[in-house]
């Protein structure tokens, strides 16, 4: 599998930005995918994932301002990031594995393909 972001950028608070992320691969293997972030010093967490039944997860921190979604002909995953804080300042990773979207963000297997990440900043 392979992942790359796209869309990244400087934004003040408030603004909106949507990252892309183009994949190809086994589908079998990006069966599920999801947008992470992290910021230096800190580990990668998790902010929205999406598997190909369309079942969706959000990070608390993001829920009812970001929308993840999945273009499945296109081998396309965004993420539409509304009222963007300072806080959401960090490099954005677009991930997939094998498998479901679980009941809550962290659980199933861990993502194994990454792609090579995209910063945004939000500033005052």
């Known amino acids: 599998v392979q992942l790359r972001e796209s869309g990244g950028g400087s934004v003040q608070i408030g603004g909106s930005l949507n990252p892309t992320c183009i994949a190809s691969?086994?589908?079998?293997?990006?069966?599920?995918m999801g947008w992470f972030r992290q910021v230096e010093g800190k580990q990668r967490e998790p902010v929205a994932l999406?598997?190909?039944?369309?079942?969706?997860l959000y990070a608390d921190s993001v829920k009812g301002r970001f929308t993840v979604s999945l273009d499945k002909p296109n081998d396309a995953l965004y993420l539409q990031m509304n009222r963007l804080k300072p806080e959401d300042s960090a490099m954005y990773y677009c991930?997939?594995?094998?498998?479901?979207?679980?009941?809550?963000?962290?659980?199933?297997?861990?993502?194994?393909?990454w792609g090579q990440g995209t910063q945004v900043t939000v500033s005052s």
């Open positions: 991930g997939a594995r094998g498998g479901l979207v679980l009941s809550r963000i962290n659980d199933g297997p861990p993502f194994g393909s």
């Open positions: 999406i598997d190909r039944d369309g079942t969706v």
């Open positions: 691969g086994y589908t079998y293997y990006r069966y599920s």
